[in-house]
T-cell receptor, first 114, second 117 residues
Framework: EAQVTQNPRYLITVTGKKLTVTCSQN?????MSWYRQDPGLGLRQIYY???????DKGDVPEGYKVSRKEKRNFPLILESPSPNQTSLYFC?????????????FGDGTRLSIL | AQTVTQSQPEMSVQEAETVTLSCTYD???????LFWYKQPPSRQMILVIR??????QNATENRFSVNFQKAAKSFSLKISDSQLGDTAMYFC??????????????FGGGTRLMVKP
């Protein structure tokens, strides 16, 4: 089954404790992206990757890191999480970057930073 | 930069009736895509319908249809014969035709739709 898999789905942690949210896709997609969803703001892009070893900032990259060492994986790293990073996070992938190649989304990760 | 605005934070509709969700956007692009995504309580992001800006004909998918007004930069979603399973958050989103820049999708703030029995 074609899918984007995020782990964990829920995480409660404390300020300053490094964490990683994993994202993996089995569709051989080149483009991957991370979004955060906050009430009233919709989804905002954090980072994206056009291909292996190619990553770039989205709208709200501060406090986040990513890596793309393999095509299928695109982990989101919070080196020193803070309460303002409490949010719902989505990973997405697509074959390319045109509108006839819609993004496939993971099921989301709810992060709570205390 | 593009912006997408959904002016209705919450809406409700009776089962079997029709409801229209509003979306406006601002862009200087002439060629682009517009989308409506549904997010049920399960949190999945489900693509409902897609419209290509260069196509004048409004897109339809079963009970879902759009009213795309390019000059007015308006993209509303009509849900006919509403069902309980349509209860969800709905997001309007914009994408440039050639998304080789960072922001592939720009989302609106969402409209929470409740379908009442």
């Amino acid at each position: 089954e074609a899918q984007v898999t995020q782990n964990p789905r829920y995480l409660i942690t404390v300020t300053g404790k490094k964490l990683t949210v994993t994202c993996s896709q089995n569709m051989n997609h080149e483009y991957m992206s991370w979004y955060r969803q906050d009430p009233g703001l919709g989804l905002r892009q954090i980072y994206y990757s056009m291909n292996v070893e190619v990553t770039d900032k989205g709208d709200v990259p501060e406090g986040y890191k990513v890596s793309r060492k393999e095509k299928r994986n695109f982990p989101l790293i919070l080196e020193s999480p803070s309460p303002n990073q409490t949010s719902l996070y989505f990973c997405a992938s697509s074959p390319g970057t045109t509108g006839n190649q819609p993004q496939h989304f993971g099921d989301g990760t709810r992060l709570s930073i205390l | 930069a593009q912006t997408v605005t959904q002016s209705q934070p919450e809406m409700s509709v009776q089962e079997a009736e029709t409801v229209t969700l509003s979306c406006t956007y601002d862009t200087s692009e002439s060629n682009y895509y517009l989308f409506w995504y549904k997010q049920p309580p399960s949190r999945q992001m489900i693509l409902v319908i897609r419209q290509e800006a260069y196509k004048q004909q409004n897109a339809t998918e079963n009970r879902f249809s759009v009213n795309f007004q390019k000059a007015a930069k308006s993209f509303s979603l009509k849900i006919s014969d509403s069902q309980l399973g349509d209860t969800a958050m709905y997001f309007c989103a914009f994408m440039k035709h050639w998304g080789n820049a960072g922001n592939m999708l720009t989302f609106g703030g969402g409209t929470r739709l409740m379908v009442k029995p």
